[in-house]
């Protein structure tokens, strides 16, 4: 009753528990000056090889002539601050070089970087310095990125000038994603409070937003249940692609059209689980193109034709000689396996039956295997040959592009193996050509499992859906987003025995007076920087996954459970998705979404390219009907059947697994 107004009342309030929320995480850590002593003491030492390896490192570089690109970077900052004074420093003469200095994406900028741009830009005369970014898509802090960088940055700034214009994003879907950063104020260490972005776009078409969540099990559902079945639920809806279930604007020609499959992408925090979501896109018949993955050098086109050169290079290694014969490439059967080596106790050994020339008694097998000796021998001498005609040469025997082509996503698989081709050509010019060193980086690239994207998908092939990752998905943009696996808990939480932080500084776990790591005071303070650090990222990662929609956004992942730290679990907070039934509405100021809970049967979608001839079945399934029923051995059910489901694949019979196969 005695404040002056309410407002001042919520005011004082607010500021109250701000102070409370505050206190609670600083409260005192509990300190045994024995384990910090010996905290200390271990953290010493680490440091003390740490400089000396890093000093090797130096001198092995020098020796060797040779920087890396933290290096160039150093190295230019070096230079820059040392000739600072005098108007013929090397920094003075950069500087008159130049009259406008540029950054663009300067939220991915470092301090070191930064650094470089305000040396030159505060010379007189030098350049105008000139940046442009968003802190609110800060998402490489992995990178070195700071965002602090940005903030410091803009405060200094001479002038402003914001950007809320957003040309790319229909109507509702902008408000949808502006009300949803506003109300959970996810980005507050970044922007508080949330400044929207103004559509600049007209909604010629109905934009969707929706929630697919499969329905909640029980507590000890795994979280691998609940990735299948939204997978299924993604594939189910793309799967209506082709039926003109979505509209899209179209860039070129500013009209609406028919989305296509290549108009879908599928947006993941992490690939560790997309195995996942490519099964259930194969199993709709839905073509994709994976983006950035582990996958290239785990692909079978590119594990067959490296057994292949493996086998050429080592010929005593048996195991590379059983992939190679079991692959595509020669294509004999597990029994033909067995019958070579000798027999079930492989008393002669499958090297030795190959060499020696040994028969199979089945026909086909025998043939294959025939061939498969002579491509051996054929190559074996044009191994001198140069690495990238040779491997051209390999291609020409095998005519492996026109196996693979026959199977599901071929154009794909094609690509991946011609980029093998171009990979050797790249290789012959910057290492020895050898081809035993181009079988031995194949496989060092493999086990390093570096991120080496699929070959690009052909420039007008609209008919495959991408995926990839969030971070690879920054600065494009799509008509179709599916941002999938929201029940995957953010990263924050356990850390490991080492801490590290720039500003903070470095601890490390020690042994306890129990007998188990215990981690010191420091240890605990640089964890708990790094965990608020790495969860406002998170925070950031969604936004700009959400951005990259144009026209629809999907929003789909495991129920949020109790205590968990996922994206979903905010969604259900902001608008209890969770609880929802199938098919119920969330209105927002200017935008409606729909919830999904139902998971639907094995959807199978019609390729664009195949709809000239589901008419024709079509007409050969009226004429067939009425008449005495038809069944096939291998289907197992009824021909007529079988010609419904491919007519209308959403009507699929009732069917052993081999005719669902």
């Not at 989305?259 to 709709?284: C, K, M, P, Q, W």
């Amino acid at each position: 009753k005695n404040w002056s107004s309410e407002a001042a009342y919520e005011s004082v309030k607010d500021g109250l528990n701000a102070v409370k929320a505050c206190l609670k995480s600083v409260t005192p850590l509990e300190i045994d000056p024995e384990l910090e002593s010996r905290a200390a003491e271990v953290a010493a030492a680490i440091a003390h090889v740490y400089a000396q390896t890093a000093e090797a490192l130096r001198c092995a570089k020098a020796k060797q002539n040779v920087l890396d690109f933290d290096d160039l970077i150093a190295k230019a900052l070096e230079v820059l601050r040392n000739n600072e004074k005098g108007d013929d420093s090397v920094c003075a003469r950069t500087a008159r070089g130049l009259r406008h200095l540029l950054i663009d994406e300067f939220q991915d900028t470092d301090s070191v970087q930064y650094e470089i741009a305000r040396l030159l830009a505060q010379r007189q005369p030098g350049p105008d310095l000139f940046i442009v970014g968003d802190a609110k898509q800060s998402i490489y802090y992995f990178r070195g990125a700071e965002v602090s960088v940005f903030h410091n940055a803009r405060n200094t700034a001479n002038a402003l000038l914001p950007m809320r214009g957003n040309f790319r994003t229909a109507p509702p879907v902008l408000q949808f994603i502006n009300s949803f950063f506003a109300s959970s104020d996810l980005l507050s260490q970044v922007e508080s409070p949330f400044n929207p972005l103004d559509p600049q776009r007209s909604s010629s078409s109905p934009s969707r937003i929706e929630f697919l969540v499969p329905p909640a099990r029980t507590d000890k559902t795994p979280i691998e249940t609940y990735r299948e079945e939204e997978a299924r639920m993604i594939a189910a809806s793309i799967a209506t692609i082709p039926h003109g279930a979505f509209d899209v604007l179209d860039n070129t020609t500013g009209a609406a059209r028919a989305a296509r499959f290549g108009d879908a992408a599928i947006l993941l925090r992490s690939l560790s689980n997309v195995h996942l979501y490519e099964r259930a896109l194969r199993e709709a018949g839905i073509p994709y193109t994976l983006v950035a993955g582990a996958g290239f050098y785990e692909r079978q086109e590119v594990i067959d034709f490296r057994n292949l050169l493996a086998y050429l290079v080592d010929p005593c290694d048996e195991l590379t000689l059983a992939a190679l014969l079991r692959g595509p490439i020669v294509g004999l059967s597990d029994n033909a396996l067995v019958e070579l080596a000798g027999g079930i106790g492989a008393p002669r050994g499958l090297l030795r039956g190959f060499i020696s020339n040994v028969a199979l008694k089945e026909p086909i097998q025998n043939e294959r295997l025939s061939a498969a000796r002579d491509l051996i021998n054929r190559l074996d001498k044009e191994r001198e040959r140069p690495l990238s005609e040779f491997v051209q040469i390999v291609f020409g025997a095998i005519g492996l592009e026109g196996v693979v082509l026959r199977q599901f996503m071929g154009p794909q698989r094609v690509g991946n193996l011609r980029k093998i081709a171009a990979l050797a050509e790249t290789f012959s010019g910057a290492r020895p050509p050898g081809l035993r060193a181009f079988v031995r980086y194949l496989d060092d690239m493999a086990a390093r499992e570096i991120r080496e994207g699929e070959a690009a998908p052909d420039a007008d092939d609209h008919h495959s859906v991408t995926i990839m990752t969030i971070h690879k998905a920054k600065g494009l943009e799509f008509p179709l987003v599916y941002v999938a696996d929201l029940g995957r808990d953010a990263k924050g939480g356990p850390t490991k025995d080492f801490a590290l932080h720039k500003d903070a500084g470095f601890a490390v776990k020690v042994i306890g007076p129990d007998g188990t790591l215990t981690a010191p005071a420091l240890h605990k303070g640089i964890c708990a920087i790094r965990n608020d650090e790495e969860m406002a990222e998170e925070a950031r990662i969604l936004y700009v996954a959400m951005t990259r929609a144009r026209d629809h956004l999907f929003l789909s992942g495991a129920p949020a459970k109790a205590g968990g730290n996922a994206w979903m679990s905010v969604l259900e907070e902001q608008y209890g998705v969770c609880g929802k039934n199938d098919g119920e509405a969330i209105d927002g100021k200017g935008w409606q979404s729909f919830v999904r809970r139902a998971v639907p049967p094995r959807a199978f979608a019609v390729s664009p390219a195949l709809a000239h001839i589901t008419a024709d079945i079509g007409r050969i399934r009226n004429r067939i009907r009425g008449t005495k029923e038809i069944s096939s051995p291998r289907l197992g059910v009824p021909v007529t059947d079988v010609l419904l489901a491919i007519h209308n694949p959403h009507t699929r019979p009732a069917a052993t697994p081999r005719a669902s196969q």
